[in-house]
């Protein structure tokens, strides 16, 4: 038994508060770790945990991904920078939206989004993970509608191994 299952009380309320703020961080987005060609897209991990993650997407014009689901992951998209459209199974409109907006996609919601106009558009994304990340997945409804659906900056190597074993398509 550790040391911290044998604490009680006030001292066992303690112990957890600062085993949880010992995990507390800042974080920086900074577009310019990445260079993204026109036509692709990259994402930036800002910060995470095992129930949420938060990242921007940089879209060069163009830039944009296929229609897929997420089960087990919740999706809140904000347009920081420029403007992205999201549409729905069929290329049904989900919405147009410029810096300050947004939308929420619950888990099993098929979508997929592409920047318009000239300007990159940043895009932040913040998912939930109801039942934790390693559960979370990507499924496909169709092919890429460009050839690279982008790359990740800034993860672990843990973070890596379950996005390689849950995006397989």
């Known amino acids: 038994m550790t040391n911290v299952h044998r604490l009680r009380g006030a001292e066992k309320k303690e112990a957890f508060h ?15 770790v990445v260079d993204v060609p026109d036509g692709k ?13 938060a990242s921007v997407q940089i879209l060069r014009k163009g830039g944009d991904n296929n ?16 403007c992205v459209h999201f549409y729905g199974p069929g290329d049904a409109l989900l919405g147009e939206y410029g810096p300050n907006e947004g939308l929420l996609l619950p888990e099993n919601s098929r979508y997929w989004f592409r920047s318009v106009g000239d300007e ?8 939930g993970y109801p039942k934790g990340r390693a559960a979370s997945k990507r499924i496909p409804c169709e092919p890429p509608k460009s050839a690279s659906l982008g790359h990740w900056v800034g993860l672990s190597d843990e973070e890596r191994a379950i996005m390689e074993r849950n995006n397989r398509a």
Request: proline share 2%; net charge neutral.
């Open 67 to 82: 229609l897929h689901y997420h089960p087990n992951m919740d999706l809140i998209y904000m347009v920081l920078k420029g």
């Open 41 to 53: 897209k990259a994402h930036i991990r800002l910060a995470g945990t095992d129930s949420c993650r």
């Open 18 to 32: 600062r085993a949880a703020e010992a995990n507390i961080h800042n974080f920086v987005f900074d577009a310019s």
């Open 120 to 127: 990159e558009a940043w895009l932040l994304q913040i998912a």
